[in-house]
RNA sequence: GCUGAAGUAGCUCAGUGGUAGAGCAGCGGUUUCGUAAACCGCAGGUCGUGGGUUCAACUCCCACCUUCAGCUCCA
């Protein structure tokens, strides 16, 4: 028998027989190793353990702590199901039923039955009882003509329309149990490493995630190697549901929705301090970047939009209406309005860049199913800018706007995941251009050493662009930051012009960006972020003074005033309740900084500081307070 | 828009074919208290909206509105 070197993670090379398997290699090295190995990395594939190795090859085993490991397991999971859905349902139809990054789902056309909650439970009873049987994943290999005969036999239109997509390749299924299926792999060794199950819901899915094929119904579960890993994860699920925004925002008297307008927050004091305050950090930063502030009509006729193409491409999402002949639309975006303030007069080179800033209140007709609190909503108010510049400010316009973006998000520890997206398929504008950009983009970034996803193909028909994701409490996505770099729409379609060094008119560029990308989404990101405990220089109540008995009212007053006077949101709470209950409300109300004053307080001219999240941190005389707190809130700083 | 789930007091929730319940919040009293809930009392609801079935509907049926999860969408 010929043997063959395999190399190690560690860079040692062993020789072993032709044939081994992963399992084999494991346990060789030590039981334990084999028990927690699900997994191999084969030459940089991720292979099922007892698939056998044939040639030289570079190995790694992944266990649960590996990504390879996990999808492996949610992967096998997913068959699982599949198996435990077939037997208590014969007959179903299965779609696809990949592992994601917090568990699996696959999609089920079950005919006329629709899954209840109950079924679920049941569905993962019987999950559990099979992973119990410990049947083996067997990989089989096989021709594309035994495939389509084998889900032509089955009657199952979907895998073979995933066959007719792989015509000519060789095809392999996986079995185990009783369950077989169309599959790449890899796999477990055996169901029974799967040991702890929740399926957590199910809905609608539309095949291939085209709406206009049939809708399946999607299982979602998740397992883990233990059960205490189990209930974890679902104890942080919970704690993520604490941070929601909407659950913060009511609690918070940050803002409210209501039936009357859906879509459209109302913004209670509270939350508008917090708007108020984003707005003033980022007038104040964009001054300094010189930028101009405008304001252009939220209320405009629909021949804006047929101009700038907005009329033929996003009408669905517009609202407008008929008045006296003539059609109105709401603005859904400020981009083509912003043209009008550019033309107002002859632009010379040396204007160049104008940046345009407006903070602009947009409708768009988002439809019924997409809203979601703070993050999906039809009123929009976005801190928009457009910059004009010429082609060879790109670069530095850029590269200022990153750093923008870096030290906007820095102020709020927030960690922003980049997107790079380029030319999509029938884009417009000049090749030479749309290459220049996109390397000047990339070059940017690198530059900065921005780590940062590709997606090719992604852009805007009309030029590349930046964008910046953030995650929500439940691990959502959500984009807020853009910088989408414009050749065509306002340039060529508002024929912007201005009059270059030799005196021929020349066409700008335009730059659309967003750093917090809307207030109300930006609002609901920091709000999870900081799960309602907001840094001080947000927080709807900085400080609040407790005042023990009536005899520190004097005091207290004393107190309370001289923060007002030094600009401090101050509060005094000198309602006829124990010092215990207040300090229990105004913590739950997140109050920054509470100041307790009694009688030692009061003849001291001190104040007996108690920092929320913190508690009690000891006795400061009140100016030695009012320094250290006017300085946090100027600095800005982060108190988690 | 699609599939599923849900909507009861300001909030969180219980209830069920026979005239609506709790805790917290609110209001009125008593209590003046040192770092996360003092005590007593009062008030509060067309049970999302509109139809239907029934002697009787918060409860069953239908439609609509809104919310939630996912899909789709997201210049």
């Known amino acids: 028998?010929?043997?063959?070197?395999?190399?190690?993670?560690?860079?040692?090379?062993?020789?072993?027989?032709?044939?081994?398997?992963?399992?084999?290699?494991?346990?060789?090295?030590?039981?334990?190793?084999?028990?927690?190995?699900?997994?191999?990395?084969?030459?940089?594939?991720?292979?099922?353990?007892?698939?056998?190795?044939?040639?030289?090859?570079?190995?790694?085993?992944?266990?649960?702590?590996?990504?390879?490991?996990?999808?492996?397991y949610w992967h096998s999971s997913s068959h699982l199901m599949a198996e435990a859905v077939e037997s208590l349902f014969p007959g179903v139809k299965f779609?696809?039923?990949?592992?994601?990054?917090?568990?699996?789902?696959?999609?089920?056309?079950?005919?006329?039955?629709?899954?209840?909650?109950?079924?679920?439970?049941?569905?993962?009873?019987?999950?559990?009882?099979?992973?119990?049987a410990d049947s083996s994943f067997v990989r089989e290999e096989k021709s594309w003509e035994n495939a389509v005969a084998y889900f032509t036999e089955k009657k199952d239109p979907y895998k073979l329309e995933l066959l007719d997509e792989l015509k000519g390749q060789t095809i392999t299924f996986y079995h185990h149990g009783k369950f077989t299926d169309l599959c790449a792999g890899p796999h477990l060794p055996s169901t029974g490493k799967i040991k702890a199950i929740k399926l957590l819901s199910v809905a609608g899915a539309y095949w291939r995630g085209n709406e206009k094929n049939k809708m399946l119904q999607r299982i979602y579960g998740i397992s883990f190697p233990s059960q205490k890993e189990l209930d974890e994860y679902l104890f942080r699920i919970e704690e993520a549901k604490r941070r929601d925004h909407r659950k913060l925002g009511k609690e918070l008297d940050l803002f409210v929705f209501h039936d009357i307008a859906p879509g459209?927050?109302?913004?209670?004091?509270?939350?508008?301090?917090?708007?108020?305050?984003?707005?003033?950090?980022?007038?104040?930063?964009?001054?300094?970047?010189?930028?101009?502030?405008?304001?252009?009509?939220?209320?405009?006729?629909?021949?804006?939009?047929?101009?700038?193409?907005?009329?033929?491409?996003?009408?669905?999402?517009?609202?407008?209406?008929?008045?006296?002949?003539?059609?109105?639309?709401?603005?859904p975006m400020n981009c083509p309005e912003s043209t009008y303030v550019y033309r107002h007069r002859i632009r010379s080179y040396k204007d160049l860049p104008l940046r345009y800033s407006e903070i602009g209140r947009l409708h768009r007709n988002e439809i019924s199913g997409a809203l979601g609190?703070?993050?999906?909503?039809?009123?929009?108010?976005?801190?928009?800018?457009?910059?004009?510049?010429?082609?060879?400010?790109?670069?530095?316009?850029?590269?200022?706007?990153?750093?923008?973006?870096?030290?906007?998000?820095?102020?709020?520890?927030?960690?922003?995941?980049?997107?790079?997206?380029?030319?999509?398929?029938?884009?417009?504008?000049?090749?030479?251009?749309?290459?220049?950009?996109e390397e000047g983009l990339k070059t940017a970034l690198e530059q900065k050493k921005i780590k940062?996803?590709?997606?090719?193909?992604?852009?805007?028909?009309?030029?590349?662009?930046?964008?910046?994701?953030?995650?929500?409490?439940?691990?959502?996505?959500?984009?807020?930051?853009?910088?989408?770099?414009?050749?065509?729409?306002?340039?060529?379609?508002?024929?912007?012009?201005?009059?270059?060094?030799?005196?021929?008119?020349?066409?700008?560029?335009?730059?659309?960006?967003?750093?917090?990308?809307?207030?109300?989404?930006?609002?609901?990101?920091?709000?999870?972020?900081?799960?309602?405990?907001?840094?001080?220089?947000?927080?709807?109540?900085?400080?609040?003074?407790?005042?023990?008995?009536?005899?520190?009212?004097?005091?207290?007053?004393?107190?309370?005033?001289?923060?007002?006077?030094?600009?401090?949101?101050?509060?005094?709470?000198?309602r006829n309740e124990k010092i215990n209950y207040k300090i229990r409300e105004w913590e739950m109300k997140k109050a920054s900084y509470m100041l307790v004053v009694g009688e030692k307080e009061r003849t001291a001219t001190t104040v007996s500081v108690r920092q929320h999240k913190k508690g009690d941190i000891g006795v400061l005389p009140l100016d030695k307070f009012i320094e250290n707190i006017i300085q946090e809130i100027q600095q800005k700083t982060l108190t988690i």
Not at 377 to 389: F, G, N, P
Not at 406 to 415: M, N, P, T, V
Request: aromatic share 12%.
């Open 1 to 72: 028998m010929e043997t063959i070197s395999i190399k190690f993670p560690d860079g040692k090379i062993k020789d072993y027989p032709q044939g081994i398997t992963g399992s084999e290699i494991a346990g060789g090295i030590s039981q334990g190793l084999l028990r927690d190995s699900l997994a191999i990395e084969v030459n940089g594939d991720v292979w099922d353990l007892n698939r056998k190795i044939m040639n030289d090859s570079e190995v790694k085993l992944l266990k649960w702590a590996e990504i390879g490991g996990k999808e492996a």
């Open 95 to 132: 779609g696809i039923g990949p592992s994601i990054d917090a568990g699996f789902y696959y999609d089920i056309d079950l005919g006329g039955h629709t899954l209840s909650p109950d079924d679920l439970i049941k569905i993962e009873q019987k999950m559990i009882e099979l992973a119990k």
């Open 264 to 331: 459209a927050p109302f913004w209670l004091p509270n939350g508008m301090i917090v708007f108020r305050e984003l707005e003033k950090f980022l007038r104040f930063e964009l001054d300094g970047a010189g930028y101009q502030e405008i304001s252009t009509p939220i209320l405009v006729k629909k021949e804006l939009w047929e101009q700038s193409g907005h009329w033929a491409h996003y009408k669905e999402n517009m609202f407008y209406f008929d008045n006296e002949e003539t059609t109105f639309s709401l603005k």
């Open 373 to 437: 609190g703070m993050f999906r909503v039809r009123q929009i108010t976005m801190d928009d800018a457009h910059i004009y510049c010429r082609p060879d400010q790109i670069i530095e316009e850029i590269n200022s706007l990153i750093d923008l973006v870096e030290r906007f998000y820095s102020i709020f520890g927030l960690k922003p995941q980049y997107n790079l997206s380029t030319k999509p398929n029938g884009a417009m504008g000049d090749p030479q251009l749309w290459s220049e950009a």
């Open 452 to 574: 940062y996803n590709l997606k090719p193909k992604d852009g805007a028909f009309y030029g590349p662009k930046i964008d910046v994701q953030i995650q929500d409490a439940l691990g959502r996505d959500w984009q807020i930051a853009t910088i989408q770099l414009d050749f065509v729409m306002l340039p060529e379609r508002f024929e912007l012009e201005y009059v270059a060094e030799d005196g021929l008119r020349k066409r700008p560029v335009a730059i659309h960006r967003a750093i917090f990308g809307s207030f109300e989404r930006f609002m609901g990101i920091i709000t999870e972020h900081f799960a309602g405990s907001f840094p001080t220089w947000l927080s709807p109540t900085q400080v609040v003074v407790l005042p023990i008995t009536d005899t520190q009212g004097e005091y207290a007053a004393k107190v309370y005033q001289a923060l007002r006077r030094a600009g401090v949101r101050v509060e005094l709470d000198d």
